[in-house]
């Protein structure tokens, strides 16, 4: 089975400074990995996926992330952040197609990360 | 394109109650998720539908939770009886096979 920690339950910055929010997953086989993003009262919004090829991918409202599989990692950073970028992040991860996983649906989340951006 | 949609938006109820969330997903999509999200915590699923038939409910409490999809559009998740610790939010999710999946806003429920 695969799982998530999201290292940082809270992360507070100043407006315009660079974040980073720390993922790592633990999986015997191949995964796809995701990170959402959750505004109050709403539903999660996908921000990026890694599925396969470029180890760096790039996501909506300039965050980007990098899969690192000997680190068992999957960073989200951005270089310089908005007062609108405050939300609750989660990083996620499913079976990738070569270990059999049919559904990007069925997604094991982590625990959350509040960014909180401060003006 | 319409969102997935779901209602009610927020329900409150005693303990030993029942309550019902309703699902509609995105047009044409044919797989459809529960999700269950306590407070703090990220999201669980629930329930997996593939067009009206079960794909996985291994963590579906069936002793109380019970869900379907009729038809293979619309799904509703039921609770009965409800207990204190069902209070969370219930999201709806659905995704096109093997794509990118949507969520909806959710159904808060507080069980009192």
């Known amino acids: 089975a695969q799982s998530v920690t999201q290292l940082d339950s809270q992360v507070p910055v100043f407006e315009e400074a660079p974040v980073e929010l720390r993922c790592n997953y633990s999986?015997?086989?191949?995964?796809?990995l995701f990170w959402y993003v959750q505004y109050p009262n709403q539903g999660l919004q996908l921000l990026l996926k890694?599925?396969?090829?470029?180890?760096l991918v790039k996501g909506i409202n300039g965050f980007e992330a990098e899969f690192n599989k000997s680190q068992t990692s999957f960073h989200l950073r951005k270089p310089s952040v908005h007062i609108s970028d405050t939300a609750e992040y989660f990083c996620?991860?499913?079976?990738?197609?070569?270990?059999?996983?049919?559904?990007?649906?069925?997604?094991?989340f982590g625990q959350g990360t509040i960014l909180t951006v401060h003006p | 394109e319409a969102g997935v949609a779901q209602s009610p938006r927020y329900k409150i109820i005693e303990k030993r109650q029942s309550v019902a969330f309703w699902c509609n997903p995105i047009?044409?999509?044919?797989?459809l998720y529960w999700y269950q999200q306590i407070l703090g915590q990220g999201p669980k699923l629930l329930i997996q539908?593939?067009?009206?038939?079960?794909?996985?409910d291994s963590q579906l409490p069936k002793d109380r939770f019970s869900a379907e999809r009729l038809k293979g559009v619309d799904s509703t998740l039921k609770i009965q009886p409800a207990k204190l610790e069902d209070s969370a939010v219930y999201l709806c999710?659905?995704?096109?096979?093997?794509?990118?999946?949507?969520f909806g806003e959710g159904s808060w429920l507080t069980v009192v």
């Open positions: 996620a991860v499913t079976l990738g197609a070569n270990a059999g996983g049919t559904s990007y649906g069925k997604l094991t």
């Open positions: 999710a659905s995704s096109k096979q093997g794509n990118t999946i949507y």
């Open positions: 999986s015997s086989v191949s995964v796809y």
């Open positions: 539908f593939q067009n009206n038939g079960v794909v996985d």
């Open positions: 890694y599925l396969s090829g470029s180890t």
């Open positions: 047009s044409g999509h044919a797989t």
